[in-house]
């Protein structure tokens, strides 16, 4: 995926002014980050809870509440993980504005767009996929990190536009730092 957004720059500058351009390019990848998103948000509330309602046999629909609330019991730090955009020279924490009762705006986008496409299309816009991908980044990451059990430990792709300080920059060191909500032993 971050593949198919580095490939935008050749149609779309990556800059601030172009943040609400929207396109059918922007739709698919939002919509495939978002995909993604739910997928790995399951696995990991699996991961931290064996007996949450996403195991297997139980709900397989899932809900952004649901996720919000075991991820808030185990990992109250995951809200505050940030990823920087070098290319931007700005950071994000795209899952800060996560509340109980509201998911962030970008994924609220994202459902507006699946939904009523017709009348909500212009919400698949580059700056909702900057905050889907970085969502998407971070939730791989703290999966990663609790499958692997490992401090500091980053899978070996080095993502190229998207960075943040959990990652290795270099595919023999380890991250800078740890995830936060993760205490080293």
Known sequence: MEKDFINLQNYIEIDEKNFNT??????????????????????????????????????????????????????????????????????????????NTTPPEWWSSYNSVKHHRHSEFHQANLENVIYALSGLMLCNLYLYRRVVDEPYTTPNKIPEYFDCEYTARRMACRADFELPGFEVK
């Open 22 to 99: 929207f396109s059918l390019e922007l739709a698919k990848l939002l919509q495939t980050a978002c995909a993604e998103i739910e997928s790995v948000l399951r696995l990991l509330c699996r991961q931290l809870d064996s007996e949450s309602p996403f195991a297997d046999s139980g709900d397989k629909n899932g809900e952004m509440r649901k996720y919000k609330k075991l991820i808030n019991r185990h990992l109250s730090d995951f809200f505050q993980a940030e990823v920087s955009l070098p290319h931007l020279e700005q950071s994000i924490k795209p899952w800060e504005n996560w509340s």
